[in-house]
């Protein structure tokens, strides 16, 4: 293990070690932690910190071997992580699929890496205040109500986000007032990207146009929703328990209760039952068979490459899950 790095005591330096302190000692009190470490800014910082506040910090490196040079990249991150004093630091290299969209397979790649290599310790990841602003935006543009909008949480285990509060801008500043060099990912700047758009076209006009702090309120509206929402789940847990019988959901239970609890109640339910991919719309037909129910039939949410598909429907007062098969010819039966 190296000596831990003197950082000097800057107001970025300040401002991200109080935001890691506090996240351990609500967290991770006495326990060491891993870190995901991209050698960016965000993850760079996020490491200078934590080696200082945390009992112990592994470094973990991702090398996803989308780029020339990454190899190196991540050789040179993980350096650099025991160079500011963590007592280990790991590259994990992986093979990134196809599946949703190179963003999507990347990100997919990475968290089961860290979650393999982890061993079993919490994982801090880098994101900032203008990454939760721009997850905000993301979940607006899907429609899908409060949840798709509440951001991304301070700990989701085994996940962890102690910087959720700080600016990138303060990373940065973190990173030049300790001498440490971040790798300037070229993706960050690929307009092929959503994220990278809303980060460098559309938030920049929003604070022009709403003359500032448009990021931080974002941030302010996620962590507002999340609290609402956990309250929100924690009576949609009781609920469903109480709604519970052999078959599936007892619809009279069911149906006096406020949507906004019903429809946790059939989304989690639909979640344990293999639904994988439910849309709004998914979950409002379903919804239906509760409190409109004109007889109409079962809803799908979505097929299997087996050729069945799952149904979920009312029978006899119950809402009940199975699985039909489709033939070739159109036919259906029912499992």
């Known amino acids: 293990m190296s000596d831990r790095r003197r950082l000097p005591e800057t107001r970025a330096v300040l401002a991200a070690r109080h935001a890691v302190r506090e996240w351990v000692g609500r967290y991770a009190a006495g326990r060491a932690v891993a870190v995901g470490l991209s050698g960016g800014a965000d ?90 602003a721009e997850t905000v935006l993301l979940g607006l543009s899907r429609g899908s109500g409060g949840r798709s909008i509440r951001g991304m949480a301070e700990f989701d285990e085994p996940w962890g986000r102690p910087l959720l509060g700080v600016r990138r801008a303060v990373t940065r500043q973190l990173c030049a007032d300790a001498g440490l060099t971040p790798w300037e990912d070229p993706h960050n700047l690929a307009p092929e990207f959503t994220r990278v758009r809303l980060r460098t076209e559309v938030l920049p006009l929003l604070e022009k146009v709403l003359h500032g702090g448009v990021a931080p309120a974002l941030a302010r509206t996620a962590a507002q929703l999340r609290e609402d929402g956990d309250v929100l789940d924690a009576l949609a847990e009781s609920l469903l328990t109480a709604s519970r019988n052999e078959r599936g959901l007892e619809i009279e239970t069911l149906a006096t209760a406020p949507a906004a609890i019903r429809r946790r109640v059939i989304r989690a339910w639909l979640h344990e039952g293999g639904a994988k991919s439910l849309t709004d719309s998914n979950l409002r037909a379903v919804d239906a068979l509760v409190t409109r129910w004109r007889g109409q039939g079962g809803v799908a949410l979505g097929g299997s490459p087996s050729g069945t598909r799952l149904v979920a429907a009312r029978e006899h007062g119950t809402l009940i899950l199975g699985w039909d098969r489709v033939d070739t010819d159109g036919g259906r039966h029912h499992q």
């Open 43 to 132: 993850s760079l910082a996020l490491t200078a910190a934590a080696v200082v506040e945390a009992e112990g910090v592994d470094a973990l490196v991702v090398d996803h071997g989308l780029q020339g040079g990454s190899a190196e990249v991540a050789e040179a991150a993980a350096a650099a992580a025991l160079a500011l004093g963590c007592r280990s630091a790991r590259v994990l290299r992986v093979e990134v699929g196809r599946a949703g969209g190179p963003e999507a397979a990347a990100r997919r790649a990475r968290y089961e890496a860290l979650d393999r290599a982890r061993d079993g310790l919490p994982v801090l990841l880098g994101h900032t205040l203008d990454d939760q």
